[in-house]
């Protein structure tokens, strides 16, 4: 601690500032799709099936990163949030013009420039989010923390800019149990705890303190 927390998954595009086991405040997030979820539906599109996120990026190595212009939507703005409708919707016109790629050298092309598209944005954020909060440490989380463009990238850029990027294992970038059981924990050192006719909440706001 303290350190910025890039959540991106299927469900969550967030960047945080992390200063405690369960201090935790939200510095960005989608506006609109998540990442895995423009990954998901883009695959579909592409006729590639479901998870999104690993057929894309098998695809995309073999791929042209720079053969399609697809927009970086809101690096421009202030703040560390996100929108990709517009990227999705760009791949969707692209596909309406010419149709998917039927020979695999276009289409890896087309899933290389996408998923550089996707990993600009989550890689420029990351980096503004660092500087405006001080820190030297960046944590990334979540299903799409193992595409494997999105981790060579972070590292690229790390020495550059004085940073240490924290990656999991692909293996804990799925769905588990044991970060919520984690938090559970510390809360619970804390003193914290509810009584059993606690709802269920969408959404803690800003702050977890």
Not at 12 to 36: C, K, L, W
Not at 108 to 126: G, H, N, P
Request: proline share 4%; with cysteine; aromatic share 6%.
């Amino acid at each position: 601690f303290p350190f910025v927390a890039l959540l991106v998954s299927g469900g969550h595009t967030s960047i945080y500032h992390v200063t405690g086991h369960t201090v935790v405040e939200v510095m960005g997030q989608t506006r609109d799709d998540a990442a895995g979820e423009a990954f998901d539906k883009v695959a579909k599109m592409l006729g590639l099936g479901y998870p999104g996120g690993v057929v894309i990026d098998q695809r995309a190595r073999a791929g042209d990163r720079k053969a399609f212009r697809f927009p970086r939507a809101m690096l421009n703005r202030p703040g560390s949030d996100f929108s990709f409708s517009g990227l999705k919707t760009a791949v969707r016109q692209q596909l309406a013009r010419d149709g998917v790629p039927e020979e695999d050298a276009a289409l890896a092309d087309l899933c290389a420039s996408f998923q550089e598209a996707v990993v600009d944005v989550l890689v420029t954020r990351v980096r503004q989010a660092a500087k405006r909060a001080g820190v030297q440490d960046v944590v990334v989380a979540g299903g799409v923390a193992a595409n494997s463009r999105l981790r060579g990238r972070l590292q690229e850029i790390a020495p550059n800019d004085g940073l240490t990027v924290h990656l999991p294992k692909p293996v804990f970038c799925t769905d588990n149990a044991a970060m919520v059981a984690f938090a559970g924990h510390r809360r619970l050192a804390r003193g914290e705890h509810d009584d059993f006719d606690l709802n269920a909440v969408a959404s803690w706001g800003g702050r977890l303190s």
